[in-house]
């Protein structure tokens, strides 16, 4: 009998099959089905016989030898031949304590690794495209519940790879697994004390979450369920309770969606081992780190109008900012210190970088309302294609277009009372900003 060296996370049985050259043998191209020794299963040894090849069969499925397995646990098989044979096939199929299929196989590597499914729905997972490679590795999830004892049948064959049927080593065997117990959960309670930086975020408008390999490492705000830290009454404290297995676990906190909001840049992690229920008790960040970064507001021109929001907040905390226009101004945009326009929004919501922060409200001169509708201010055809015109009772120096995220697609020269604009736009809305000897008008333009 051969020695077998069995090294898995978990077991799942395989099948060597003898395989001729891709002008012999079917079986060299796939693995056949029903040949594993499984009962009611004939195997490959009713054709392939009289080899003398020696070696070890290696199945690594992790540390240890696992003999348990948990419920719909996939685990990852490399499978190893390590016989002195010019050529090797393997196939496995896996029964219940009622020889029905139990679990499934998947192929990781299409190129050397066949599955089939017969009509008694078992499934076989082997060779493909048999040649001197003698190593494979796919996978086998184990059941959604216990359905007891799961017998992994299989055989292998080490050929010789003359395309006939003689001087073919076969060996079949089996593995046994049995059920593993349910492991323990305990309830881990997560507190963490925001007062430390009350004064940088908004409880009524931050969310406080929590990930780490706790969740999977998940994207901050992607399982908003189980990662939201819900706020203590009116306290700033923000709780949250996942069930968790015994073991150790990194963690860390952020201030709303995505990365950018974690305690602290990088690592290192929280970490917490858990053996029983446990609560965990935290502060935001580290104690020896200084909160919050400034946000800057400026105003263009200077009595353009008012601006309100500034202040400092924590990294990724939601700034509500908001630019009012004085009397004969009106509001274009907010800007970064490099001109990048960062919204047209005259009230709005802006994430905390983690560094200080200015921005700029630009306002233009422009008519009141009333005055407005008694201009003689055209622009023609509203809505329009490739070209609009503009007509107006004063001299017009200058037309800007910009879409509604304020990038500006046209800056034009004019010195004309009336100008056509030939420029190609997308469907969609449009501003036009038309200086003239009398200040700035600015109108909507739609374009089909």
């Known amino acids: ?32 089905t029903g040949r594993t020794g499984a009962p009611g299963e004939s195997t490959c040894a009713s054709c392939h016989s009289g080899g003398s090849y020696s070696g070890d069969i290696i199945f690594s499925m992790g540390e240890g030898d696992i003999t348990e397995y948990q419920p719909d646990v996939t685990y990852t098989i490399t499978f190893i031949a390590d016989f002195n044979s010019p050529r090797f096939g393997f196939s496995i199929t896996a029964l219940d304590e009622d020889n029905q299929p139990a679990g499934n196989f998947t192929v990781l590597n299409d190129d050397n690794t066949y599955k089939a499914v017969t009509g008694n729905n078992r499934q076989y997972i082997g060779h493909k495209n048999a040649n001197d490679n003698n190593e494979w590795e796919f996978e086998w999830t184990s059941p959604a519940t216990d359905v007891g004892d799961i017998t992994f049948y299989y055989v292998i064959n080490a050929a010789n ?11 079949t065997g089996t593995y046994t697994i049995t059920p593993g117990e349910e492991p323990e959960i305990f309830d881990v309670t997560f507190n963490v004390d925001m007062s430390g930086v009350a004064d940088y ?76 229920d446990l609560t965990v008790d935290d502060d935001w960040g580290q104690p020896s780190q200084e909160f919050g970064f400034s946000l800057t507001l400026l105003i263009d021109p200077e009595d353009g109008g008012t601006v309100t929001g500034e202040a400092t907040f924590l990294a990724n905390a939601i700034a509500q900012i908001s630019a009012t226009p004085a009397d004969g101004y009106a509001f274009v945009n907010w800007s970064d210190e490099d001109d990048v326009i960062v919204s047209t929004e005259a009230e709005y919501n802006f994430n905390m970088p983690d ?46 277009v910009a879409d509604l995220g304020g990038r500006v697609l046209l800056i034009q020269p004019v010195n004309q009372y009336e100008t056509r604009i030939d420029i190609p736009l997308n469907s969609g809305v449009y501003i036009v900003s038309i200086q003239t000897t009398e200040g700035v008008f600015v109108r909507k333009l739609q374009v089909r």
Request: negative net charge; charged residues 20%.
């Open 1 to 32: 009998m051969k020695k077998f060296t069995i090294c898995l996370l978990f077991f799942s049985a395989i099948i060597f099959i003898s395989l001729k050259s891709g002008t012999g043998d079917k079986n060299s191209s796939q693995s056949p």
């Open 161 to 171: 790879g003359d395309n006939g049927t003689g001087g073919d080593y076969i060996e």
């Open 201 to 276: 975020f908004n409880p009524d408008l931050d969310v406080v979450y929590i990930t780490g390999d706790i969740l999977g490492w998940t994207d901050p705000g992607d399982e908003s369920e189980l990662q939201t830290m819900t706020r203590i009454g009116n306290s700033f404290i923000f709780t949250q309770t996942l069930q968790l297995e015994e073991g150790e676990y990194d963690y860390k906190y952020f201030l709303n969606e995505g990365w950018s909001g974690g305690e602290w840049p990088g690592d290192p992690n929280r970490t917490i081992t858990v053996t029983d």
């Open 355 to 400: 560094n200080d922060f200015v921005l700029t409200a630009t306002f233009e001169i422009t008519n009141n309302v009333d005055y407005w509708e008694a201009f003689a201010m055209n622009i023609f055809p509203n809505p329009a294609q490739d070209q609009f015109t503009i007509r107006s009772d004063y001299l017009i120096s200058h037309v800007r």
